[in-house]
């Protein structure tokens, strides 16, 4: 793949990536994850501007995207069983991001932000994010960035969890 569709391919993945986040805010109920969603996709569309300011410096005329099947499908599922029905595929598709970012240019922010996104993921399908939100009083925490309060809800958790593992 030359640098060009490289770069096609990257602002497509990062354009899909913030229509389904979009959506998924739209959709929870809970303040927080509904920010958290927000937050990741803002994150996903300052990405997909990386990549067409790269595509306009190498000549690129950009066309508007229209978003892929895939996330079509994955949006109309998340409406309909809700946001948890598509998590997975979502820790998937950040994974694969993390791999490609990588392994391809060596971007190692971008792959880190990706990362970060799959393990926040993780944590909110599994359920400790979750059942986190409604007995944290995040209230406390007004005005911090909600990624910074996601990380810490998903600190939290894993103490959590490393404190069961340890006493079974």
């Not at 569709?5 to 986040?21: G, H, I, S, T």
């Not at 990405?47 to 300011?53: D, Q, R």
């Not at 109309?76 to 993390?98: D, F, H, I, Y």
């Not at 400790?128 to 209230?139: A, C, E, K, Q, V």
Request: charged letters at 15%.
């Amino acid at each position: 793949m030359n640098e060009i569709e490289q770069c096609k391919a990257f602002r497509n993945d990062k354009m899909n990536n913030a229509v389904l986040y979009s959506a998924l805010a739209e959709i929870k109920k809970t303040p927080l994850l509904s920010e958290v969603y927000q937050e990741l996709a803002a994150i996903e569309t300052g990405h997909a501007k990386v990549w067409s300011n790269k595509l306009q410096q190498l000549g690129v005329k950009l066309l508007p995207l229209r978003p892929a099947l895939r996330t079509r499908v994955l949006v109309w599922l998340a409406k309909r069983l809700g946001p948890e029905a598509v998590l997975q595929s979502m820790v998937s598709m950040e994974n694969s991001g993390t791999r490609c970012y990588v392994s391809s240019t060596g971007d190692k922010k971008m792959a880190a932000t990706e990362h970060s996104h799959a393990l926040l993921l993780n944590q909110i399908s599994s359920g400790t994010l979750g059942s986190l939100i409604p007995i944290f009083p995040y209230y406390l925490l007004e005005g911090i960035n909600s990624i910074v309060v996601s990380a810490f809800l998903v600190a939290i958790g894993l103490i959590i969890i490393g404190a069961a593992i340890s006493f079974f």
